[in-house]
């Protein structure tokens, strides 16, 4: 398994030269796109330190998507797998997210509007089945030592709400959604037995007129501790600058670029 991991990973490094563009003229060429993301933290507390959380590259084509990153000095596979696409459903086989909450990839920048990752995401190696009609979605995963996940969904009017659950006893409710395109929001509910009631909510408002500028507010209650965030966003193209404010006053700024 490790030699199949450093062999995906060398693909990645080796095949980015070749990665181009579609072409229109040939219908039949293979086309591969590339994609890659970085970023850097900087808190300021009672010192000042920095971190780099991600530095990753990603190479996809038509069903198929190959995702690393650089985690202490050598490359890590996060996704390798290949989609089979049928209407209304699909089937993946391979590495993937497992669908448990969100589906957001918050430890990306590309993905993350805020500086901090309100929850976590888990990869895993298995088949993956997704369904989606009027408005109703269906996610199952099922991997290795008999473990699986599934979320079941319903999506109406830019907003969507979830139910999870897992071969660990987890359970979470989810709701996502954007209103008037000013503000997104999204929000995780833990209904686990050891962990129920812990949740988090984050809020995004960045109206049209504010030309990439950004407002965020984030709270979260995890057993008997709850936090409140505040704040300032800034995306230009592929750059973008995110600040936040805890109530300790400790601030966090991630400088992210995407390609």
Known sequence: MNTMKKLLSAIAIIGMPFAQEANPVCSTCTVMAVSGEMSTDVMFSDTVSFTSPYTGLSLSGEGWQLSSRLTEGSMVVEEAYYTLDANFASLTLGKQRVPFGLANAWHRPSQNPF????????????????????????????????AYSARLSYGVLDHSVGLSTNSDDGMLVDASGDLFGMMTSYLQYDLSEETSGDFWYRAVIAPEFTKGISALVGYSSVGDETETMYGIGYQYGGASLRSELSADGDVQVRISYSF
């Open 115 to 146: 500086a901090s990752e309100p929850s976590a995401q888990t990869y895993a190696e298995g088949i993956g089945v997704t369904v989606e009609m009027m408005g109703v979605g269906v996610e199952a995963h099922y991997g290795d030592e008999k």
